[in-house]
Every structure is written in C-alpha cells, then in structure tokens.
C-alpha cells in the first residue's frame, strides 16, 4: 500500500487519484457522518454548497429527510440541523437521508470524489477505517485533511497520524510512505495520544467551537473507537455505512 497524507484539499496533487481517499474532518463533518449512519440513516448526502443541498434535499420526501447545514461553526438558517454529531439520535435518524454541507469537510469529499473508494474517517471509527484498509489493501491511500478554508487543521493532521501509525505498525501489510506529510502527521499524533481533548483546546478551529459552546462536541469528537461504523462513499457524494 503507497501511503501519502495531505494536510488540505488544495494541496493533493493536480491530475491525479488514489485508489482510495480517506477524507478527514475530526471537528466535526466526517465524525457527524459516522454518527448519523451509526444512528441509522439511510445515507448521508453532502454537498460543497448550500444551494444544492436545500434544492436536492427539498425535492426528497419530507418524512425521509434531514437537512444539515453549517458554516463557520453555526447553524445555516432554514436548515433542520447543524454539523454537531450531539444534536443526533436514532429516532431522529433512522432510514432518513440525511442532507449536509459543511465549510470544509464536504468540500475536501468533493475534491476526491472521483477516486475508486472514499472514506469518511474521525477518531470515533479509526479503527473501524484501519480494519478495511488492512482487509483490502488498496495500491495507493490518501489521507486527506479538511483543514479551514485553505489552512491546516491539527486535529485533522493529528487522526491521519493515527491512522498512518496503526498502518505502519500492523505487521502484515508492507506499507511505502510516499510523502514526508505521512512521518510528520505520525509525530504529531505520537505527541498529542495521550491528550487529544487538550490538542482539540489548543486547535483553532476547536477554540472557534469553544466561543460557540461547542465543549460537548469536542470531547465527543476526540473518542477513540467508539462506533463501529465506516462511511464508504456508493454514488458521487452519498455515503452509506460499509456492509459488515
Ligand atoms: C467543516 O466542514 O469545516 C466543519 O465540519 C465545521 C464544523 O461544523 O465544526
């Protein structure tokens, strides 16, 4: 497996794929994904932009959908939700589609969408992730952070640094690191294991969540392995939970 991580979308290569990208939104988009499909939903729909997911998701049967959307942290007026995976449940979710367009998170799925298989990976499914990339061992992995708005995110950088540690480390699968990205996101995560929460505090986007009372959410967000669910993108943009 040809391992490599981008810390943003703007920095993948141009004209160029892997076989598989795991798209990385720690705060909070691919951990909301993984939430709402571990609470039952149908499949979780994202859109770059806001017009499209109210146009798309309005023309779905009211009964059968939700529609989420974020921008800078808060709530997008007119939608049902926001991007926190706290304001989820079961009853609310299950066999829902759920709709969503967040700043960064559904940007940075748009930007690989076109690779053979995309994943949505956040500290609560690592190892669900690690699990299906050891199983299949794809050519060539992307890790892919969302970062902000064209900037690096720790906490992103931190989870492919997790990810890219439990590859490195599993003793089965030869893995070929293929950028100085995939050492310095492990350095990263070996620093801050221990003290993920702390790291979140001290990230920008976490202090952002902060000021809008987002505290719940981050620790939520910094769980490690504790939903057993993999988002595998089926159609361009749409995720469903993997089958077991
Ligand atoms: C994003 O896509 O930038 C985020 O998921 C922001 C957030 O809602 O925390």
């Known amino acids: 497996m040809k391992l490599s991580v981008y810390h943003t979308p703007e920095l993948i290569p141009a004209e160029s794929l892997p076989h598989t990208a795991v ?3 720690v705060l909070r988009a691919t951990t909301t994904i993984a939430t709402a499909l571990n609470f039952g939903a149908e499949a979780v729909a994202t859109y770059s932009s806001i017009e499209n997911l109210i146009q798309e998701g309005r023309s779905w ?15 997008v007026p007119g939608c049902d939700l926001g991007n926190s995976p706290l304001e989820f449940s079961s009853e609310q979710m299950k066999d829902k589609r759920l709709f969503i367009s967040t700043t960064n998170g559904t940007r940075a ?22 699990k299906y990339l050891l199983e299949k061992n794809p050519e060539s992995v992307w890790l892919v952070g969302s970062g902000w708005e ?26 070929s690191i293929e950028n100085d990205e995939v050492l310095a996101s492990v350095a990263l995560y070996s620093q801050w294991k221990d003290n993920l929460l702390e790291l979140f505090h001290q990230a920008s986007h976490g202090k952002r969540l902060l000021r809008l009372g987002g505290e719940q959410d981050l620790k939520y967000c910094a769980s490690l392995d504790i939903i057993d669910t993999l988002p595998i993108q089926k159609e361009s943009g749409v995720f469903v939970k993997l089958a077991p």
């Open 23 to 25: 798209v990385i939104d």
């Open 61 to 75: 049967p009211d009964n059968k959908r939700l529609l989420a959307g974020e921008r800078g942290g808060s709530k």
């Open 109 to 130: 799925i748009e930007s690989v969408g076109r690779a053979t298989n995309v994943l949505a990976a956040a500290f609560v499914n690592h190892k669900a992730t690690i």
């Open 150 to 175: 064209g900037t690096y995110s720790l906490e992103d950088t931190a989870l492919a640094g997790a990810l890219a540690k439990s590859l490195l480390e599993n003793g089965k699968v030869p893995i």
